[in-house]
């Protein structure tokens, strides 16, 4: 009897500390989304928020996917973790042997810095230190490119990107 009324009273106690798990778990998203969504440029500090946005951004641009960018770009996924946020493109109607391809690759890299480090949509990343790193891909899922820009990249006049 005594054993059965010291789980009887075990229970509030177990039940408390689930409820705060809950309440804090609400609360850091309530947090990171208003640190995030509303001041897209005042870095987050603590590390668990920025994962937990990169996550959500991920998985929020990549609920409509695949979609088409325009008539050769197909986004495939996005990934946001360990404090980096990638896109996976496919170039549809590419092969990874096509001439045009370095071209390209040199096309790209200055599109994607200029974009990164000017766009509205962008400042959460670079005020977050976060880099972005867009993965090209062909028709036959052959890597063409793969373009990283570090924030300190938009600091730079001589860029230390990241291109294969």
Known sequence: MKKLLQILGGIPVFLAVVFAAYIAEDMAVDIAGNIAGDIASTPIVNDFFLKRELMEMAK??????????????????????????????TMINWLESDPHVPAFKQRMLSEIRNHVCTAEKMKFFVSNDVPVTHAYFDKEGKQIAIITIKPTDCASSVPDVFIY
């Not at 641009?61 to 973790?81: F, Q, Y």
Request: charged share 35%; glycine share 4%; proline share 3%.
């Open 60 to 89: 929020e641009d990549t609920k409509n996917a695949p979609r088409m960018l325009d008539s050769e770009a197909r986004l495939d996924s996005t990934i946001g973790i360990n404090k980096q946020f990638r896109y996976n493109l």
